[in-house]
């Protein structure tokens, strides 16, 4: 069975740092696009970055651009997103996702909240 | 950046209605298009995929269509587990861009 698992969040001053993991399980990421996708307290969702199965290609949203990165371990069949610079408008829901080039994302995490707040 | 909007924003609807969500991208992406759908609390769940490719469980009543900048979600028959908010999503490019989104209320 397929399953992400999404860790890491919390409530961090704005300025500060957070890393969020995405754990993935029943399938192996190293052949697939992975995306980080989220979800600010009731608005829609927003992608914000994916990278390509070696990891040679990595696209953000236009606002974490600088501040954000992404980055995989294969081995360790996870996904990383690490934050810095955090605005009180990063707060919301992260999730991870498994992202066809072909299809879309079929299947996502349940997501880890990140509030932004002093 | 390609930008894609949605409209309605909300559709008050019955059980047993037909519903149809628009989506329209700002260039062409020919079919690069899925549809989800995300209950609250809930992670999203993707409907379709190319535009018109029905992901595998999802039930028949969904349909998409469209092509280059216009799409469309149809529920022939809404039935209570439907009443939900429906993004729609181009993946023509590498960044992906999300519609504002649809929310599908009960009439």
């Known amino acids: 069975e397929v399953q992400l698992v999404e860790s890491g969040g919390g409530l961090v001053q704005p300025g500060g740092s957070l890393r969020l993991s995405c754990a993935a399980s029943g399938f192996t990421i190293g052949t697939y696009w992975m995306s980080w996708v989220r979800q600010a307290p009731g608005k829609g969702l927003e992608w914000v970055a994916n990278?390509?199965?070696?990891?040679?290609?990595?696209n953000f949203v236009d606002s974490v651009k600088g501040r954000f990165t992404i980055s995989r371990d294969n081995a360790k069949n996870s996904l990383s997103l690490q934050m810095d610079s955090l605005r009180p408008e990063d707060t919301g829901v992260y999730f991870c996702?498994?992202?066809?080039?072909?299809?879309?994302?079929?299947?996502w995490g349940l997501g880890t909240l990140v509030t932004v707040s002093s | 950046d390609i930008q894609m909007t949605q409209s309605p924003s909300t559709v008050s609807a019955s059980v047993g209605d037909r519903v149809t969500i628009t989506c329209r991208a700002s260039?062409?992406?020919?079919?690069?298009l899925a549809w989800y759908q995300q209950k609250p609390g809930k992670a999203p769940k993707i409907l379709i995929y190319k535009a018109s490719g029905l992901q595998s469980g999802v039930p028949s009543r969904f349909s998409g269509g469209g092509s280059g900048t216009d799409f469309t979600l149809t529920i022939s028959s809404l039935q209570p587990d439907d009443f939900a908010t429906y993004y729609c999503?181009?993946?023509?490019?590498?960044?992906?861009?999300f519609g504002q989104g649809t929310k599908v209320e009960i009439k």
């Open positions: 999503q181009h993946y023509k490019t590498s960044s992906r861009t």
């Open positions: 990278i390509k199965p070696d990891g040679s290609e990595k």
């Open positions: 996702a498994r992202d066809w080039p072909a299809q879309g994302c079929d299947y």
């Open positions: 260039q062409n992406i020919d079919t690069w």
